[in-house]
């Protein structure tokens, strides 16, 4: 990791630079099927506050940040969450997007956190490359299970790849 950059909690103050990066990937089309980014007080409602992330250089410019969600509210599926990636893109192919996933499965793992799941879409070939470097495995392919609303592929049906990671060091023990 460069001296100049580290991952710090995502503070509300944060948020104005969040949801630009969040812009510019809905914007790009192969990040999400969102038509705009949220307001502050439906990010902070719906993203898990202890695993909020952001990549920020030492003038505080935030360079990418990582959030998850809670995937059900049953208890069962306490250690299961579905998180999001983005880095500016300014910012991409400096490895920004792995020192955030790597702080993302650290967070997550000492929380009990054991599967870690996202929607890429096959387009994102980066991504995709990032995940699979970190022990993501591919689950299957959702095929045409939304239509994109913005962006290039606007109308289009869309596929998404879906990704998860279970834990090395969380939920290994076997039946009771």
Not at 70 to 85: K, M
Not at 93 to 107: D, K, M, P, T, Y
Not at 163 to 175: H, I, K, T, W
Request: net charge negative; aromatic share 8%; with cysteine.
């Amino acid at each position: 990791m460069s001296d100049d950059v580290v991952i710090v909690q995502m503070a509300p103050e944060d948020w104005p630079q969040v949801e630009a990066i969040y812009a510019a990937g809905i914007e790009a089309g192969h990040a999400t099927f969102e038509a705009s980014t949220p307001t502050w007080k439906d990010f902070d409602g719906s993203r898990r506050d202890e695993h909020r992330l952001v990549a920020v250089h030492r003038d505080r410019r935030v360079l990418g940040w990582a959030a998850c969600a809670s995937v059900s509210s049953r208890a069962v599926y306490a250690g299961v969450v579905e998180h999001s990636v983005y880095v500016s893109p300014a910012a991409q192919g400096r490895g920004i997007g792995r020192q955030l996933l790597e702080a993302f499965v650290e967070s997550t793992e000492q929380a009990g956190i054991w599967t870690i799941q996202s929607s890429i879409f096959p387009e994102n070939e980066a991504s995709l490359r990032l995940h699979a470097r970190h022990g993501f495995r591919v689950v299957g392919t959702r095929e045409r299970v939304a239509r994109a609303i913005v962006g290039p592929a606007a109308g289009a049906w869309r596929d998404t790849v879906l990704v998860e990671r279970r834990s090395g060091v969380v939920g290994l023990a076997g039946p009771a």
